[in-house]
């Protein structure tokens, strides 16, 4: 997951990948529309990097309890974007194309971390 976080992040963060066109439309964004997207990139590299290091260095309970945090912080977080969003018409809460993939990256990342939290 982290991985995969990681070079979309850096996709939306350099703008190969146009994420105020995919969320707005494309001719209903402007430069403060790129902003806050490579902002949000910006807060998700974060994340993701997190989560490829407690994947490689941290082990056993702690490790998944890093994986139950993560999944479940990440899914909260799209419900209160998704809530925020509201009718504004915003392609990444409307189109499940575009949420579906993160949030069952999530929710298996959760159901990992709970499966695997009584191994040492």
């Given amino acids: 997951?982290?991985?995969?976080?990681?070079?979309?992040?850096l996709l939306t963060y350099t703008e190969i990948m146009n994420a105020a066109e995919t969320g707005w439309g494309a001719d209903n964004y402007d430069d403060d529309d790129v902003f806050y997207e490579k902002a949000w990139a910006a807060t998700?590299?974060?994340v993701a990097i997190i989560c490829i290091v407690s994947g490689q260095f941290?082990?056993?309970r702690s490790q998944a309890i890093l994986a139950m945090t993560i999944g479940g912080g990440n899914i909260f977080?799209?419900?209160l974007v998704?809530?925020?969003?509201?009718d504004l018409g915003y392609g990444y809460t409307e189109i499940p194309a575009n949420w579906a993939p993160p949030m069952v990256?999530?929710?298996?990342?959760?159901v990992s971390g709970y499966l695997h939290l009584?191994?040492?």
């Fill in 77 to 79: 977080n799209f419900i």
């Fill in 58 to 60: 941290v082990e056993g």
């Fill in 105 to 110: 990256m999530a929710t298996g990342l959760l």
């Fill in 1 to 9: 997951m982290g991985t995969i976080f990681t070079i979309f992040m």
């Fill in 82 to 86: 998704y809530l925020a969003a509201g």
């Fill in 44 to 46: 998700y590299l974060l």
């Fill in 118 to 120: 009584e191994e040492e």
